[in-house]
C-alpha cells in the first residue's frame, strides 16, 4: 500500500535503467507516484520491475538517444510527465536536459555538473524551472554531508581551513577477494579503470597542486584508519578530479586545503599502479581482432606495442610475461600486482571477448567476469569528512563526518539485492523528486544540494530509513606531533614513549618523526601506540595539529600555520626575532614558547638542573685542560647518564691535582635556582671542595654589579638571565688585567640579549666548538656558551623535563584550553604582545 503524499498521482520519466535505479523506483512508487521507464532494451526495465512491489505504478518506453529520431521520440514522451530524471551516462545528460526546457520540465539527474549543463542554468532559472544536479553519493551525499558541517561551523564565527572528503564503493570486509586488496564490481569497471588516467587537482596549504593521473597511485599511499564494525580498518585514498571548484560551491573562501578523494583496500595502488604503468587502462583503439586473442596473447600485444624496443615473442609464456611485467616495475615476479593481474585472467587461455577496442576494454572483460558479487556479498559504501577548523578565539579543532553503508542482503520484506552503491546512488536523488512534486523546493537553474532547505530534509529522510543512511559527526581527539630536532647535536626531546603513552591514554593522538639524534629510539615510541611519520614531515600536518619541539625550527623563511610548541628565543630582542614571529604572522600559526609556559611567576618545566650540571661539568673540564697544557675541548658528544659525565670530569681534575697540585674554586651566580643547584651538586660531585663552591644568588647582586669578586675564582658559572637592564656584572676592562677567572660558563647563553651582564662577549658555542677563547688578555679566559647544554646528557634531561611539562599537555585535550588555562592563556597572550611589540 502506498504512503501518503502529495505527490501521489505524479509521473517521473526516468532515462536509463541500471544497477542505481531499482532503490529509486521502489521508493518513488512506495509514495503513489508513477514511474514511465525508458530504456534502450524492455528486458531491462521488466527485471526491474520484479524489484518492485507497486507494478502498476511503472510503465515502460522503449527509447535509444542513439537513434537518428531521438529528438522526435522525446517530443512524444515528455509531456506526459512532471519531472524527467536521466540515470544514463554522464554525456547524455543535456540532451535530455535540452528537451525538459523545451517541454517546461524539472530535470534530475546524479551525475556531476558539466560545462554543458552549467550553461542551460539561465535558461531553466528563466523558465522557473529546477535542474538538480550531483544527488547521489558521491556526489550527493558527499555535498549534503559536508555542507551541513561546514555551514554549522559558519554559523558560530569559525573557518574551515582544511577540508578533505573520501569516499569509496567496497566489498564488505567479510567478502573480499585478493584484488588490489579486496575490489568487486558495483558499477562500470570502465569508470574505475579510466580513473587512473584523469588528473587531480587540489590545493594544499594555499598552494594548487596537480597530480597527473600517471602519478595519483604513486607512493606513498595516503591513508585513513576508520572504524568499521567496531574494528580499525585502514583505507588507501588517492585524489580525484578538481576539488578546487568546491571551495566556491561550498562557500568556504577561507579553505587553505581541499582535496576529494576515493577509498580502496589496501594494496589497491600498488596494483592500479601497475596497470597504468604497463597501459593495461589505455584508451587507445589498436588495430587489431581481441576476440582473435587469448588474454595471454593480449597481454604480448599490449607489451609489444608499448615496448618497441623491448619485444616479447609471439609464443610468450606466462612467465615470460611476469617477468617483463617485473622488469617494467622494477620489482619481481612476486609483486602483489603481478599475481592480482594472474588471478584476474591476464595471462590465461580464455579467449577475449568480442567488442574490445582498447586494452581497457580487455581489462574490463576480465573484472566483469571474475569481480562480481555472489549472491549473497554485500557491498559497502564508506565515506569520511575531515574538517580541519578555527574558532575566532584561536581555537582549532578536526571535525569529522563519517558514513559506513553496507548493501542489503536478502530480507523478506524488501526488495532483494539492493546494493549500498545502488541505495546511496540513487535514493538521494529520489527524495530530491519528491521534495520538488510536493512543491518544497523553491529554488530554480541547475543547483547542486548544498542549501540547507535540500540537504536537511534529504538527510533527514535517509537517516530513517528501516536500513539507514547515517552520517556520524564526532570531533578528533587533540593531536600532538612531536618533532625532529634540527639543532646539531640535540638529543633531547620534549616526549618520552612513558609521557607520550600518558597522552595516549587521556585521549590524545600522537605523532612521532623519525629521527636520526633522539636520544630515544623510534620503536619505542611505535610500541606504546604512536603514529610514526617521516623525519621533517610536520609542516603537511593538518592545521589544528600541535607541532612540539625544543629547539629552533628550520630557518627557511616558510609561513608558520600551525600550533607550535618550543623554545624559541625570540621574546628578549635576540637576533631574527621579529622575522620568526611574522613567519607565524603570516601563516596565521601561533608560538607558545616553553621558556615561558608558567605558573604563578615559576615556568612549569625547565632543563635548568640539567643545564646547571653540563655548564657545571665543561667549565671544570676546561679548567683542568688549561692547567695541563692540553687542547681545548671539541666535539663534544653526550653522556650516557650524568654519573657517567661527573667520573669524566672528576678524573680530569684528579689529574691535575696529581700532576700540578692545584684544586678548582668555582663561583654561581644564581645558585639557589634549578640551574645553580645543579651547577652546585655536579661541583660536589666531581670533588671540588665545599669551601671552594662560593654561591650567589639575589641577595649578592642586588647592588648591581660590576663585581670584582668573579675574578678571584677558577670557574665562573652564570646562571640567571635577565630581562631588564642592569650594570654589567663583569667588562672587557675588568678581564683585561690580573685575574685567577679561566673559565666562564653562560648557562643563561643570551648572547644577542641587550640586557646581558657579561658583555665582553657576543658569540655563542656549539657542541663542535664548546670553547671561545677571548684574545688580547694577560691570562686565559674561555668562555663556554652553548645553549642547549642539557643535550649533553640528553636521556635524563629529557625524561624529567617531559614528567614536568607532561600534566600541562594533558591539559590541551580541552579544545579551549588556550583560552581558558592559565598557563596557556598566558603563553598566548604573551605571543600577542610581541608581535605588537614587533609592529606585526
Same mark, same amino acid.
Given at each position: ?18 544497477? $542505481? ?44 538517444? /542513439? ?6 521520440? #522525446? ?25 525538459? @526546457? ?62 578533505? $572528503?573520501? &569516499? ?25 579503470? /579510466? ?22 597511485? !604513486? ?23 578538481? /576539488? ?111 567488442? &574490445?577496442? *582498447? ?66 546512488? $540513487? ?35 535517509? $537517516? ?25 647535536? %640535540? ?11 600518558? #597522552? ?8 612521532? %618523526? ?21 623525519? =621533517? ?30 623554545? *624559541? ?35 612549569? =618545566? ?64 644564581? =645558585? #639557589? ?16 671542595? /665545599? ?20 675574578? !678571584? ?5 652564570? &646562571? ?12 672587557? !676592562? ?95 597572550? @604573551? ?10
Amino acid at each position: 500500500m502506498s504512503k501518503s503524499s502529495p505527490a501521489a498521482g505524479k509521473k517521473v520519466l526516468l532515462f536509463g535503467v541500471g544497477l $542505481s535505479t531499482p532503490p529509486m523506483i521502489h521508493y518513488l512508487t512506495s509514495f503513489g507516484i508513477q514511474v514511465t521507464a525508458c530504456a534502450r532494451n524492455p528486458s531491462k526495465i521488466e527485471k526491474v520491475l520484479n524489484e518492485v512491489k507497486e507494478k502498476s505504478l511503472v510503465t515502460m518506453e522503449k527509447f535509444d538517444i /542513439s537513434a537518428p529520431d531521438y529528438e522526435k521520440r #522525446l517530443d512524444e514522451i515528455c509531456p506526459k510527465c512532471d519531472i524527467m530524471v536521466s540515470m544514463m551516462p554522464p554525456p547524455c545528460h543535456p540532451k535530455i536536459a535540452a528537451a525538459a @526546457l523545451k517541454h517546461g520540465k524539472h530535470f534530475f539527474t546524479s551525475s556531476y555538473v558539466s560545462d554543458d549543463m552549467a550553461k542551460l542554468s539561465p535558461e531553466f532559472a528563466k523558465k522557473g524551472l529546477l535542474s538538480i544536479n550531483e544527488c547521489g553519493v558521491d556526489p550527493g551525499l558527499d555535498h549534503m554531508s559536508a555542507k551541513k558541517v561546514i555551514d554549522e561551523v559558519h554559523s558560530k564565527g569559525g573557518k574551515i581551513l582544511g577540508f578533505f $572528503s573520501v &569516499c569509496g564503493g567496497l566489498p564488505a570486509p567479510d567478502c573480499n577477494n585478493p584484488f588490489g586488496g579486496g575490489y568487486k564490481i558495483s558499477w562500470t569497471p570502465y569508470g574505475v579503470l /579510466s580513473a587512473g588516467t584523469n588528473n587531480a587537482l587540489f590545493k594544499f596549504q594555499g598552494q594548487n597542486v596537480t597530480k597527473p593521473g600517471t602519478e595519483i597511485y !604513486d607512493p606513498p599511499e595516503w591513508k585513513h584508519v576508520i572504524d568499521v564494525e567496531g574494528k580499525a580498518t585502514t583505507f588507501e585514498w588517492y585524489p580525484n578530479r578538481d /576539488s578546487t571548484p568546491y571551495i566556491e560551491h561550498y562557500n568556504m573562501p577561507e579553505c587553505q586545503s581541499i582535496i576529494r578523494g576515493t577509498y580502496r583496500n589496501n594494496g589497491w595502488c600498488n596494483t592500479l599502479r601497475a596497470i597504468a604503468t604497463l597501459g593495461l587502462n589505455d584508451k587507445t583503439e589498436y588495430k587489431v581482432k581481441w576476440e582473435d586473442m587469448t588474454y595471454l596473447q593480449a597481454a604480448v600485444t599490449i607489451w609489444n606495442t608499448r615496448n618497441a624496443d623491448d619485444q616479447l615473442d609471439a609464443k610468450a609464456t606466462p612467465e615470460d610475461v611476469k617477468k617483463a611485467y617485473a622488469k617494467a616495475l622494477k620489482s619481481d615476479t612476486t609483486n602483489k600486482a603481478i599475481t592480482d593481474l594472474e588471478w584476474v585472467g591476464m595471462f590465461s587461455d580464455d579467449k577475449v571477448p568480442a567488442g &574490445c577496442k *582498447a586494452p581497457i576494454d580487455v581489462m574490463c572483460t576480465l573484472w566483469t567476469a571474475k569481480m562480481q558479487y555472489g549472491e549473497d556479498e554485500k557491498d559497502m559504501i564508506v565515506m569520511q569528512h575531515i574538517f580541519e577548523v578555527e574558532y575566532k578565539n584561536g581555537t582549532r579543532e578536526e571535525l569529522t563526518s563519517t558514513l559506513i553503508n553496507f548493501g542489503l542482503g536478502k530480507y523478506a520484506h524488501i526488495p532483494s539485492k539492493f546494493t549500498s552503491m545502488a541505495r546511496t546512488v $540513487s535514493l538521494p536523488l529520489a527524495c530530491a523528486i519528491r521534495m520538488k512534486l510536493e512543491d518544497r523546493i523553491k529554488t530554480t537553474g541547475v543547483i547542486r544540494p548544498v542549501t540547507p532547505d535540500i540537504y536537511n530534509a534529504i538527510l533527514d529522510e535517509v $537517516s530513517k530509513f528501516p536500513h539507514p543512511i547515517t552520517f556520524k559527526e564526532a570531533a578528533l581527539p587533540t593531536a600532538i606531533w612531536l618533532r625532529h630536532e634540527v639543532k646539531p647535536g %640535540e638529543e633531547r626531546t620534549a616526549l618520552t614513549p612513558e609521557t607520550a603513552k600518558e #597522552l595516549i591514554d587521556a585521549g590524545f593522538r600522537v605523532t612521532v %618523526e623519525k629521527s636520526t639524534t633522539r636520544c630515544i629510539p623510534i620503536e619505542e615510541y611505535e610500541k606504546v601506540g604512536c603514529k610514526i611519520a617521516e623525519t =621533517a614531515s610536520w609542516p603537511s600536518a593538518p592545521y589544528p595539529t600541535i607541532i612540539l619541539g625544543l629547539k629552533e625550527l628550520p630557518e627557511d623563511g616558510t609561513d608558520l600555520i600551525h600550533r607550535h610548541i618550543l623554545f *624559541a628565543h625570540c621574546y628578549k630582542g635576540q637576533a631574527g626575532w621579529k622575522e620568526l614571529l611574522a613567519r607565524f604572522k603570516k601563516g596565521g600559526g601561533s608560538l607558545y614558547d616553553l621558556e615561558f609556559l608558567k605558573l604563578n611567576g615559576r615556568r612549569v =618545566a625547565a632543563f635548568g638542573r640539567p643545564a646547571g650540571m653540563a655548564g657545571m661539568a665543561l667549565g671544570l673540564w676546561q679548567w683542568a685542560k688549561q692547567k695541563l697544557g692540553q687542547p681545548a675541548i671539541k666535539d663534544l658528544k653526550s653522556w650516557k647518564s650524568k654519573e657517567a659525565m661527573c667520573s669524566e670530569v672528576k678524573a680530569a681534575l684528579k689529574e691535575v691535582e696529581e700532576k700540578k697540585g692545584l684544586k678548582p674554586s668555582t663561583l654561581i651566580i644564581g =645558585a #639557589l635556582g634549578r640551574c645553580g643547584r645543579g651547577a652546585t651538586w655536579v661541583a660536589e660531585q666531581c670533588g671540588v671542595e /665545599s669551601k671552594s663552591i662560593v654561591k650567589w644568588d639575589m641577595a649578592e647582586t642586588k647592588g648591581g654589579g660590576p663585581f670584582k669578586a668573579l675574578l !678571584d675564582v677558577d670557574v665562573l658559572v652564570n &646562571c640567571i638571565y635577565l630581562t631588564t637592564k642592569i650594570p654589567a656584572f663583569l667588562t672587557r !676592562d675588568m678581564i683585561e688585567g690580573d685575574k685567577k677567572l679561566g673559565v666562564f660558563v653562560d648557562v643563561s647563553c643570551d648572547t644577542s640579549n641587550p640586557n646581558n651582564p657579561f658583555p665582553f662577549y657576543n658569540t655563542g658555542t656549539t657542541l663542535d666548538k664548546p670553547i671561545l677563547p677571548i684574545t688580547g688578555l694577560k691570562t686565559p679566559l674561555d668562555v663556554v656558551a652553548i645553549d642547549h647544554l642539557p643535550s649533553l646528557i640528553p636521556l635524563e634531561s629529557s625524561i624529567n623535563y617531559s614528567k614536568d611539562l607532561t600534566p600541562y599537555i594533558k591539559q590541551l585535550i580541552k579544545r579551549d584550553a588556550i583560552v581558558t588555562e592559565p598557563v596557556w592563556k598566558d603563553a598566548k597572550d @604573551l605571543m600577542v604582545t610581541k608581535m605588537k611589540e614587533a609592529g606585526l
